[in-house]
């Protein structure tokens, strides 16, 4: 019998919960229910989902930043359909693949100029191990430094390197030699390598966790810094990069020169998982300096012809659809017209960020009222506020997005970069209406706010 895959999904359509219940993490499924997320979405196209009942959602988390040109781009699509159609040789393993040393070829291209050798891999998380074997390898040394409230991902050397507590907790030991540093801390940096042990800093160009921005000079002298004592300068790029930030690059914004850029994300098309490590020649020469060594580090799946179709689509539409400009465009609106909001609304403290990866930031109000409403939040479980505002963005005006963090009261935009104007009043509107029903006490959100209180609690006393 043929599968039908259609047939499969229009018969089973309404199960997605309950099989995630009794086959996946049940955990998911019981927050999901717990703040009103369980739709059930039936298609997807550009920046927008669409449910079951036929409401279109405007989606600011974009999978994290996979769907950079919105889901379900037709040219990458096609490409891919191409791919299928031609029967293609792949992953024959003892060859080499035209497509991976075309998508080398035009990512080296791209990259800033020290960067001339290319290792592909499946996600983010493998780009960082990669990055932590070739830095230790090149230099001979074992020390990797990294910031505090960093996240590199969830697999165990990226772990090691992952600023959030609660990701670490349970899942020691760790790798040693793993040290953190405060972000933006020039000072600290110096002091940690002049111990001349370090293989590598690895940095994030702007934290995802919070949306901190570097200072302008910050980035730069760090690689100087690395340099002088030794250690590789490494530029997680994996959600800052390819447009997201207005460049192509979010280090291009200060000209800085890593001696690896990692990759990933956007880089699918969102379709095929596929990630990078960009590197000199240097550390290409050092780790696989001999031919018993070809295949010293690698992986399986990692230079399959979806994903380095995929790749090859994504960097066409980037540029022929020119959605660096257009996220730089939107961005700097968005920082304007939510900027506007932070004078009215006292619970709205600062918008920051760069293109489309933006941070809507809230502390605590001046008068006693909305005073007293928020430590009762703040006393059930730090970061409850943000909560607040994300709920309502999406049960009343249908905006996904996500706090930006554990424990801080930050809200954070990642949206695709092909939205457009009218998107952009939506979300404007939609802020300007939710911090409005914020600032009344009593009202429907503090309900909600008691609810995600007493929510709190319990799960404080369960732990």
Known sequence: ????????????????????????????????????????????????????????????????????????????KAILKEVLDLDLPDLVQMDVSLLAGVLAE???????????????????????EAAIKFARYTTGRSRILYCEHAFHGLTMGALSLNGEEIFRQGFGPLLPDCDPIPFNDLEALERALKAKETAAFIVEPIQGKGVNLPDDDYLAEAARLCHRHGALFVADEIQTGLGRTGRLWAIDHWNVEPDMLL?????????????????????????FNRMDRAVVHGSTFSKNNMAMAAGLATLEVLESEHLMENAARQGEALLAELGALVDRYEFFHQVRGKGL??????????????????????????????QMVTIPLFKKHRILSQVA?????????????????????????????????????????????????GHALKARKSA
Not at 363 to 370: I, R, V
Not at 437 to 448: K, M, R
């Open 405 to 453: 963090g554990h424990g801080m009261n930050v809200v954070k935009f990642l949206p695709p970069l092909v939205i457009g104007d009218d998107d952009r009043r939506w979300i404007v509107t939609a802020m300007d209406d939710v911090l409005a029903d914020c600032h009344q006490v009593p009202g429907a959100i503090w309900d909600l706010g008691r609810t995600l209180a």
């Open 1 to 76: 019998m043929t599968l039908k895959l259609a047939d499969l999904i229009a018969t089973r359509r309404r199960e997605n919960f309950t099989l995630h219940e009794q086959y996946l993490n049940p955990q998911m499924v019981r927050v999901l229910r717990t703040i009103g997320y369980d739709r059930v979405y039936t298609r997807a196209e550009g920046p927008y989902l669409f449910d079951d009942q036929g409401n279109r959602y405007l989606d600011l988390l974009s999978g994290f930043g996979v769907f950079a040109l919105g889901r379900n781009h037709p040219t990458v």
């Open 357 to 386: 990866m933006l941070a809507l930031e809230f502390g605590k109000p001046e008068s006693f009222k909305l005073k007293t409403a928020w430590n009762l939040l703040e006393t059930a479980n730090k970061g409850l506020f943000s």
């Open 263 to 287: 990759m990933a994300k956007a880089l699918s098309g969102g379709f095929v998982p596929v990630g990078a490590v960009a590197m000199t020649r240097r550390i290409m020469d050092k780790v």
């Open 106 to 128: 035009k990512l080296v291209e791209r990259t800033p100029e020290p960067l001339t050798r290319l290792f592909f891999c499946n996600s983010g998380a493998e780009a960082v």
